[in-house]
Structure formats: C-alpha cells, structure tokens
C-alpha cells in the first residue's frame, strides 16, 4: 500500500487510488481495502481526515467522506457493491462473488444487512453517536461542523439510536448462525468452500463492536473505548466464533498489523 499521499498528488496518477480516513480503522475503509488486499490489487492510499470539510477531495471526487476508490479516468466508486464490483473486474481471480446464485444471493443479502443503510455499520454508528451526545438532541458547539454532517448522514435521531443495539444483536445472530451452518458442514468460511467478500465484510464490521488487540491495530484510546463497549445486547449476541474468524481472516488474506 505505502505512505499516505496527497489529494493533489493522486489526481493526475494512474492506476487506482483508494482514498481512506487515515489513522483510524473505519470499517467501510477496512472492508475496501481487505478486498483490493486479497485480490492483490496494488492502490495508493490517499489521506482524507475524518470530521474535516475535505475540500480538496470533494473538488475531485464530489464527496468528502471515505472509502472512495479512484481507478484510472473513471467515475468514483464510493458504496461497498461498485467497489466490489471494480474489484471482481480488475482481478476476476480469486472471486469474492460465488458463482452459485443461491450463495451469492446470500452474499448480497448478509453483506447489505452488514454495509447498508440500516445495517449492522449504521446502527453502530448511531450508538456511538448516542454516546457522544448523551441525552442532548444537537452536538455542543466545538463538535457541530463535524458531528453534525454525520448526524445528517445517518438521519440521527434519539428514538432511533435506542432501537439500534437491537438491530445489530440480530445481524449478529444472523452472522452466527451462518458461520455455525457452515462449520457444522465441515466448511471454514461464512459461503461456500472458499473466501468471499462476506467473510472480509464481517471481520471489517465487527472491529466497531470488539476491536482488534491494541499491539495489531493501534487507534485512539477514545475511539477504542467507545467501539468497545457497545451495549448488553449486543454483548450478548457477539459470539466469539465471530471473533475467532475475523482473526482468521486478517491473520491469512488481510494482513497484522492494521496498516492505518
């Protein structure tokens, strides 16, 4: 991957260019990189700075938040499917989309109640936004300009916050029981016989909920405070065979330490 570069210092590069929030290992970014990483795809990371207007990156791209994945003269790419999608072409081999339709409609299904709008990602966030704003309805002052473009973003609301660890405790058991089918079929991975993206989303997903060792993936004290300590609920439903296959899968195909 190499050093960070520069907004400006992409533009005119070839090839692709995979902009992430630096320093921090947030999961959408995690997730794009683990598949360009285990389809060997070779990218330059490009620095956007979480919480900051990133002007620069919004002259080039149209959006100032991360992932977005820049190949060649083509369009952004900025949702986890047209980044998987660039992907598959770019390296087609090894596949992160099953050939199977019945696993891929799994696939799609698991992977959006994990990435999508309403999903395990975006209901963590809204706790974590909960935790930040106790019970004030708005931001305090010094945090407005950040905090409150992703309250936009994820139509925070209180009432919606609280109904949230719900959400997540059930995309959990629905992870769980998959990973329990699958080893109960002598299988290793959460699809078929082999590596899929839903594998790599999953280990990306859960690291909001129970981070990676300090010593393999460093981040700010508060940040790991916050993504560690989700809710009963959420307690409850995380199994550590979860745990145990996120470790699998950075410790063979997404590579320790966190590159961040």
Aim: aromatic content about 8%; proline content about 9%.
């Amino acid at each position: 991957m190499g050093d960070w570069i520069e907004v400006d210092e992409a533009r005119p590069l070839p090839g692709l260019r995979l902009v992430l929030t630096a320093g921090v290992p947030g999961p959408w970014g995690e997730a794009a990189k683990g598949v360009f990483r285990a389809k060997g795809i070779d990218f330059a990371r490009v620095r956007q700075v979480g919480g900051q207007p990133n002007d620069a990156l919004e002259a080039w791209t149209g959006h100032r938040n991360a992932p977005i994945a820049m190949y060649e003269d083509e369009r952004p790419r900025t949702g986890w499917v047209e980044i998987l999608a660039l992907a598959e072409r770019l390296a087609p081999e090894p596949a992160l989309v099953p050939e199977d339709p019945e696993e891929r409609v799994l696939l799609f299904g698991l992977a959006h109640e994990l990435m999508g709008e309403g999903g395990f990602g975006w209901c963590r966030r809204l706790m974590l936004f909960r935790a930040s704003l106790g019970d004030a309805e708005k931001p305090p002052e010094p945090m407005r300009a950040a905090l409150g473009r992703m309250l936009s973003q994820y139509d925070y609301s209180r009432e919606a916050a609280e109904r949230a660890p719900e959400r997540v405790a059930e995309i959990l058991g629905l992870l769980s029981a998959r990973l329990r089918t699958q080893r109960e079929a002598g299988r290793r991975y959460l699809l078929g016989e082999r590596l899929s993206a839903l594998d790599i989303y999953a280990a990306a997903m859960l690291g909001i909920t129970a981070p990676l060792p300090e010593e393999v993936c460093p981040m700010p004290k508060a940040m790991r405070a916050m993504y560690a300590s989700p809710h009963p609920l959420v307690d409850a439903a995380l199994d550590p065979a979860l745990l145990e296959h996120r470790d699998f899968v950075y410790r063979t195909y997404l590579g320790l330490p966190v590159e961040l």
